[in-house]
């Protein structure tokens, strides 16, 4: 059994200093065994965003593993965007853009979907990283649980504004299907929904789940509360439980749970 706390969207330089409290407390509560973040940790990848973004991760005490965003890289210094845009995030968060964590239940891939050449935001998938994720994932026994960690959705949101998908998403996914991959976790719309890439890939014949996060603890809202997901992992089981803020506390609403038969995630209840 393992559980992941999937948080997104933090935004230091946006951030709410009582979210950030209370999002502390709850983690520490629910004790996860990784926290998975996934992108836009800062707002505009400045020196003391990315110094609050470590203090907090560090202090939680927690295995984690982080992707960059598209914030996480320069806008307005566009020297450093060009040149060296994940230089401030290789040296506060993770050396490794493409982060891999494993243990004897559990194997988590990060991928950076963020470009310094897509101005709006947008995020790709480069052959190279398909690479790294059929390597990352072939060697490990079949019983552990696979989950990919991008920034940028696979999948669109079932309602709201029209948004763009990662980029070269579809092969990202094919590649996935092929290693086993159960679950995807992604950030970036602010929303937190929970869909199977198949209703929207139909390309896609296994059961691969999409779990997006809303924004944690940053006061870029985007029409819901802001929320993380704690994903309880016990196969053939899956339960997400979203821990929404209500003014006073991350409070966690009805979990919505997963059965896995004959290579099918089905949900229950
Ligand atoms: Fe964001
Ligand atoms: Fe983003």
Not at 72 to 80: N, T
Not at 81 to 99: E, F, G, M, T
Not at 132 to 146: C, N
Not at 202 to 222: D, M, N, P
């Amino acid at each position: 059994m393992r559980t992941i706390a999937h948080v997104s969207d933090l935004h230091f330089g946006r951030e709410d200093p009582a979210l950030v409290a209370a999002l502390q407390e709850d983690l520490k509560g629910a004790a996860p065994d990784l926290v998975a973040v996934s992108g836009d940790l800062t707002q505009r990848a400045r020196r003391r965003e990315f110094e609050a973004a470590r203090d907090f991760l560090q202090a939680l005490g927690m295995p984690v593993l982080a992707v960059p965003g598209n914030h996480d890289i320069p806008l307005f210094d566009v020297a450093r965007r060009l040149l060296r845009p994940l230089d401030r995030y290789r040296q506060y968060i993770h050396a490794d853009d493409n982060p891999f964590y494993v243990d004897a239940e559990l194997a988590v891939l990060g991928l950076n979907t963020a470009r310094r050449t897509a101005l709006a935001g947008d995020g790709r998938i480069s052959l190279p990283q398909i690479e790294v994720l059929r390597q990352r994932f072939a060697p490990l026994p079949p019983g552990l649980v696979r989950v990919l960690v991008t920034h940028h959705p696979f999948v669109p949101a079932p309602s709201g504004p029209a948004h763009t998908l990662v980029g070269r998403g579809l092969e990202g996914l094919q590649a996935a299907e092929a290693a086993g991959v159960d679950i995807v976790l992604a950030g970036h719309l602010h929303r937190g929904f929970t869909g199977d890439v198949r209703t929207h890939h139909v390309a896609i014949k296994r059961s691969i789940l999409v779990f997006q996060a809303g924004t944690a603890v940053s006061t870029r809202l985007r029409g819901e509360p802001n929320s993380y997901n704690l994903i309880l992992l016990d196969p053939p089981r899956l339960a997400c439980t979203v821990h929404a803020w209500d003014g006073q506390r991350f409070r966690p609403l009805a979990p919505t749970r997963f059965l896995k038969t004959d290579d099918e995630w089905r949900r229950e209840g």
